[in-house]
């Protein structure tokens, strides 16, 4: 397994994953909109096929997670969790104290991650997440100290 940043020619692996991740999921375009924007990084996993991405942006000492995505056949062997300490690390080193993602409140796998990384509740939003068909779903709001040494 190797975790690397992403780069452009990255877009379309990056896009793949997060489709299979996430209906709907987004495109390249969709993922270069948000890469190309202030503090924005990438970090991408790889074995012999990409297995997991996160995309996120540092600024003004604050961090935020955009999205993170792994290939279903990929999940529980540690490519969130690789993904998520990266980008902490990748956030503190761009000097953010914090760190802030969402995620939708009925991702019981997600939170759990969060959490063991040291992510606290801090708020909610309802009806963030449009699963279509007029359903939408709350999603939480986590906090990560980038000071407390939990990652």
């Known amino acids: 397994m190797n975790l690397r940043p992403a780069q452009q020619a990255d877009l379309e692996a990056l896009s793949a994953v997060h489709r299979r991740a996430f209906t ?18 990438g970090l991408i996993v790889e074995a012999e096929a990409p297995l997991g ?3 996120c942006r540092a600024l003004a000492g604050e961090a ?12 529980r062997r540690g ?6 300490t990266a980008a902490a690390g990748a956030a503190r080193a761009a000097g953010a104290q ?30 963030y997440y449009d699963r279509g068909g007029g359903v939408y ?9 980038l000071n407390s040494g939990a990652l």
């Open 24 to 41: 709907p999921g987004w495109d390249s375009e969709e993922i270069a909109d948000l890469a190309s924007g202030p503090g924005a990084f």
């Open 53 to 55: 991405m996160i995309l």
């Open 137 to 145: 779903v709350d999603a939480v709001v986590m906090r990560l100290d």
């Open 64 to 75: 935020e997670v955009l999205t993170l995505a792994v290939d279903p056949q990929a999940r």
């Open 98 to 127: 914090a760190m802030f993602l969402e995620v939708a409140v009925d991702n019981d796998g997600a939170i759990a991650l969060y959490e063991t990384q040291g992510f606290v509740r801090a708020g909610r939003r309802p009806s």
């Open 79 to 84: 490519v969130a969790r690789a993904l998520v």
